[in-house]
């Protein structure tokens, strides 16, 4: 569905994607991808268990002998371009079931610590998605926003995952039918409408399928997760220090649970829960963002110049006049300037109000965006929010993030619907998760029905027996990845200890609590976890 991704407030001053977003945006129909995934292809082992219940298993310690060249390899480090910043090209073995068969080849690039302090090591870095790169990442935020410590201590690292951004990116669309894609009615009214939704879906699809139906094949989590630890060998490091955010947490727990020996210091941040099916997952991330619209619904009426309602009109209220506004643009869509003769429409003012509720630096522009909207007639704001969500430039071209988020998931869970009669039956369940945006969610989750790679992997477990302490992060009221869920992975992981960050926004490290990042600080510089219960605001 939606995309699970650290998100940074929008640059207010750009039709362009904001520097400090850790780029991984996702839409209605485009990240209709599913959420995350679970375990999946790339020689992990399998379970004979039922899916609720199975654990994902620790591979060997040793290193198969078919996979010794690769963890032998050597980077050769090269200027990126960006001062301060090397970049270098990481091989790994395309199917790991058939490491003879052919390569994948892995773009890596690093910040070296600046000192002073004892080095550290590397510490790699992921934004989530899956399809954010984890290289603009590491040169527009992290290898320039982390503490100073933290980057005079570690070397900063990151590697966009195997069909990401510069890691032999999977293409599914041009960028013209992508700006058709986003527009498409996502909450079709009669039988010509969603057959047209389901094309739209299949389209998408047979352009993945087209572009590279092997490489399909082999983007699974299990896979990236494995491709970190050959990262982790020829970097020199003994054990994988991580922080992931989002689905990162997701990338990261699969490693712990892969390689529990070789854990060193993990952050996972705003997390996931790999026990649950495709649908539970939409339905609880659609019950997250009506619970972020709820909160940024209070905030909103507090001011003059909200559209929803002034002093007195409630959350269920201002949700409603959200609703038929919505169902106003479904119907007539309004103007926004926009150079390629965009209107605004359902679908991507939805996914631009979606947009704001990662991040509540995000809601000023959103409260102002949709009073442009819904007094002026004007829709050029909500489409800027919905454009970085969607990595689409200024130019009109969009980034693979879209493309890469379903690749990955598609094949991580088996889809959530396989037929548009199913999501019409789950309708009810949505609309009671979100009023407002659950119509809307549900139909996104039926985009991985048409996938022509089957799926191979399935809800589990991961217990990472026997790793080094592993401190998982959830925000209380974090729209994306519900709070929930990261009660459930630090209850699943042997060795977690759950930091609790009460507020709102998706993610919680560096977003502004000095408690939160002096608790993290603290693990990453000195090994020290936080204690068990630890909450912070």
């Known amino acids: 569905m939606y995309i699970r991704r650290a998100f940074r407030p929008i640059n207010r001053s750009s039709l362009t994607r904001t520097a400090r977003t850790a780029h991984t945006g996702g839409s209605l129909l485009a990240a209709a991808a599913l959420l995350v995934s679970a ?50 090209t990481m091989k790994a073995p395309l199917d790991y079931n058939r490491p003879a068969a052919g390569d994948i080849k892995l773009a890596v690039a690093r910040k070296k610590a600046t000192g002073p302090g004892k080095p550290l090591g590397s510490l790699l870095v992921n934004p989530g998605g899956p399809g954010g790169s984890a290289i603009g990442y590491l040169q527009q935020y992290a290898g320039v926003g982390y503490p100073a410590e933290v980057r005079a201590r570690y070397n900063l690292v990151a590697m966009d995952p195997r069909g990401v951004a510069r890691s032999e990116p999977v293409e599914c669309l041009d960028d013209r039918d992508m700006d058709t894609f986003t527009q498409t009615d996502i909450t ?57 955010a989002s689905y990162g947490t997701f990338l990261g727990a699969t490693y712990a649970g892969l390689f529990p020996n070789r854990v060193g210091r993990l952050v996972l941040d705003g997390a ?65 300037g926009d150079a390629d003769g965009r209107r605004l429409g359902e679908a991507l003012a939805t996914t631009g109000v979606i947009a704001a509720m990662y991040d509540q630096e995000a809601w000023p522009q959103l409260r102002a965006a ?31 993030l879209m493309f890469a988020n379903a690749a990955v998931n598609c094949l991580d869970l088996p889809a959530a619907f396989s037929t548009p009669e199913q999501v019409e039956k789950a309708l009810p369940a949505f609309e009671k998760a979100s009023p407002v945006f659950g119509e809307g969610l549900a139909w996104a ?17 991961i217990e990472a027996k026997g790793a080094a302490p592993i401190v998982v992060v959830g925000t209380t009221r974090d729209p994306a990845t519900p709070y929930r869920w990261a ?13 609790t960050y009460v507020g709102d926004g998706h993610t919680a490290y560096g977003r502004g609590s000095a408690c939160i990042d002096s608790t993290i600080d603290a693990y990453l510089l000195r090994s020290t976890p936080p204690t068990r219960g630890k909450r912070c605001s």
């Open 272 to 336: 996931m829960d790999p026990s649950l099916s495709a649908r539970r997952m939409n339905l609880d991330q659609t019950a997250g963002f009506e619970t972020a619209f709820q909160v940024f619904a209070k905030d909103c009426v507090r001011h003059s110049d909200c559209p929803l309602g002034g002093r007195g009109t409630t959350p269920q209220q201002a949700g409603e006049r959200l609703k038929a506004f919505f169902r106003k643009l479904d119907a007539h869509p309004i103007p926004t």
């Open 39 to 88: 375990c999946s292809s790339g020689g992990a082992p399998s379970h004979a268990t039922p899916a609720a219940e199975a654990v994902l298993a620790a591979l060997p310690r040793s290193t198969p002998s078919g996979l010794s060249p690769y963890y032998g390899q050597k980077l050769t480090w090269r200027n990126c371009g960006v001062p301060g910043f090397q970049c270098a």
């Open 445 to 461: 989750s039926l985009n991985c029905a048409y996938w022509p790679v089957k799926p191979t992997g399935e809800p589990h477990r």
């Open 370 to 400: 949709l009073t442009s909207a819904m007094r002026k007639n004007d829709g050029a704001g909500l489409l800027v929010l919905s454009d970085s969500y969607y990595e689409r430039n200024a130019d009109g071209r969009y980034s693979n």
């Open 188 to 244: 079709p009214d009669d039988r010509k409408e969603t057959d047209a939704l389901a094309d739209a879906y299949r389209k998408f699809a047979e352009g993945c399928g087209g572009h590279a139906p092997n490489l399909l094949r082999h983007l699974s989590t299990v896979e990236a997760a494995r491709d970190m630890d050959i990262l982790r060998a020829v970097l020199g490091d003994r054990r994988l220090n991580y922080i992931g």
């Open 487 to 499: 009660q459930a992975l630090s209850r699943q992981l042997s060795s977690a200890r759950l930091l």
